[in-house]
């Protein structure tokens, strides 16, 4: 029987579904993220591998699974795995597309609210010194009614955030290599902007561009510096897009008000200075970790193995490997 391998302990859903297929998953239960070692050794007779964005799936590791046909990412993000690499080897690398947007978009406007009225802040006043009572000026927030969102990158979760922020009084605009159809953007009467534009303009900048070579460091100390001092950065999508020791210094120079972070730029290490700021919401890549979206992943990496296994071509390849292979008896 073909050999799966999930490299780290994925929803019972998906293990139920392969199961039901015939086959008989193997996956580490180990503490913490798996080594590259166990990973090789997991790895070693496997035709299949399910593993999370967090695991690096290298040229060494690809080397060692002579058998491999299939590295189905448990994310919609790939850069952990050296897909033109897997490609000169015949592997698919598949993504799970789609099926965070509901749930990112959810948790980046739950990350604006937070650090624009001060929530997480408030909560540690209550558990530690208290308070004395209601005042006129005590622990002044900001409304986003009246305020203006601007959106870095408006594919799937960049509309749905502005759909949600439009709803409650934002303005929206937006900033990506190409504008949208005039009917896409209408739906939330979105107003495309160059990139410097936005960022003077915004008081509220959301990050939702996908990671690459050209977008690393998309914002700078130069970006960053045309950013109003009352303006609030959010990146729920990628750590690298950032240059987080440039945003380390001017939220410590207070040129920025303030920021929310669910995503590293050196994951999972936080670049220190940031735990020291009050102004700053820190979130552990909570973008889509719902039971609805992390189930929905499942489905989408089990099928995917099911289907190449099946000699079949699986769904939301990234590296252009699409032809089915020959299921093994």
Request: with cysteine; aromatic share 6%.
């Amino acid at each position: 029987m073909a050999k799966i391998f999930i490299s780290a302990v994925i929803p019972a859903s998906g293990i139920e579904a392969l199961k039901a297929a015939g086959y008989q998953p193997e996956m580490y239960q180990g503490p913490g993220l798996i080594s590259q070692a166990d990973l090789i050794a997991g790895v070693a007779d496997a035709e299949v591998l399910i593993t999370p964005l967090s695991t690096k799936v290298d040229q060494t590791v690809i080397d060692q699974a002579p058998q491999l046909k299939l590295i189905a990412n448990f994310g919609a993000g790939f850069n952990n795995i050296d897909v033109n690499y897997a490609a000169v080897k015949a592997i698919a690398v598949t993504n799970t597309p789609g099926v965070s947007t509901a749930s990112t978009a959810e948790v980046t406007v739950g990350l604006i609210l937070a650090v624009t009225h001060r929530i997480v802040e408030g909560d540690q006043v209550m558990r530690t010194t208290g308070f004395d009572g209601w005042a006129p000026c005590f622990f002044l927030g900001h409304e986003l009614a009246g305020k203006t969102l601007g959106i870095i990158g408006m594919g799937a979760i960049g509309q749905a955030v502005a759909k949600r922020l439009h709803a409650f009084g934002m303005r929206i605009v937006y900033y990506q290599r190409q504008p949208l159809d005039v009917f896409t953007a209408s739906k939330t009467d979105a107003t495309y902007l160059t990139l410097p534009e936005l960022l003077k303009t915004a008081d509220v900048v959301s990050l939702h561009a996908p990671l690459t070579a050209e977008t690393t460091h998309l914002l700078g100390a130069e970006q960053l510096n045309l950013m109003r001092p009352s303006a609030y950065l959010i990146n729920a999508a990628r750590g690298p897009l950032l240059d987080e020791k440039a945003l380390l210094a001017q939220l410590q120079t207070k040129q920025l008000a303030g920021a929310a972070l669910d995503v590293y730029e050196l994951e999972p290490q936080l670049t220190p200075g940031f735990a020291a700021l009050k102004n700053v919401v820190l979130t552990p890549h909570i973008g889509n970790a719902t039971v609805e979206a992390r189930d929905a992943m499942a489905k989408i990496v089990t099928m995917n193995a099911i289907a190449v296994l099946n000699g079949q071509a699986p769904q939301a390849v990234v590296n252009g490997v699409k032809a089915p292979v020959e299921p093994k008896d």
